[in-house]
Nanobody
Framework: QLRLVESGGGLVQPGGSLRLSCAAS????????IGWFRQAPGKEREGVSC????????HVADPVKGRFTISRDNAKNTVYLQMDSLKPEDTAVYYC???????????????????WGQGTQVTVSS
């Protein structure tokens, strides 16, 4: 069974940091582009950042550019999202997703990925 499992969410004060992890089971992430998406209450799901299978290509959405960094460790079958300088507007459920596609397709053209995790809550509040 193919599964993606996110972890690392929680409550953090404005200006703080969190690192989200997306671990795969049942398949190897080596051949998949991975994306992080988020959905805040009452809002549509939006793309945050994507990384190609090799890690050589990434995309970061404008609202988080300069604050969030995506990376991957294929040996650990895990993708990370380092989130720094967090703001209250970053509060959302964060999802990772995987598909055999390009960063352009997933993060710019917003082609819906095939596999999704269950999400992890990130709350930025004082």
């Amino acid at each position: 069974q193919l599964r993606l499992v996110e972890s690392g969410g929680g409550l953090v004060q404005p200006g703080g940091s969190l690192r989200l992890s997306c671990a795969a089971s049942g398949f190897t992430l080596d051949y998949y582009t991975i994306g992080w998406f988020r959905q805040a209450p009452g809002k549509e799901r939006e793309g945050v950042s994507c990384i190609s299978s090799s890690g050589g290509s990434t995309h970061v959405a404008d609202p988080v550019k300069g604050r969030f960094t995506i990376s991957r460790d294929n040996a650990k079958n895990t993708v990370y999202l380092q989130m720094d300088s967090l703001k209250p507007e970053d509060t959302a459920v964060y999802y990772c997703a995987a598909d055999r596609t390009t960063v352009q397709a997933m993060c710019v053209n917003l082609r819906r990925p095939e596999y999704w995790g269950q999400g992890t809550q990130v709350t930025v509040s004082s």
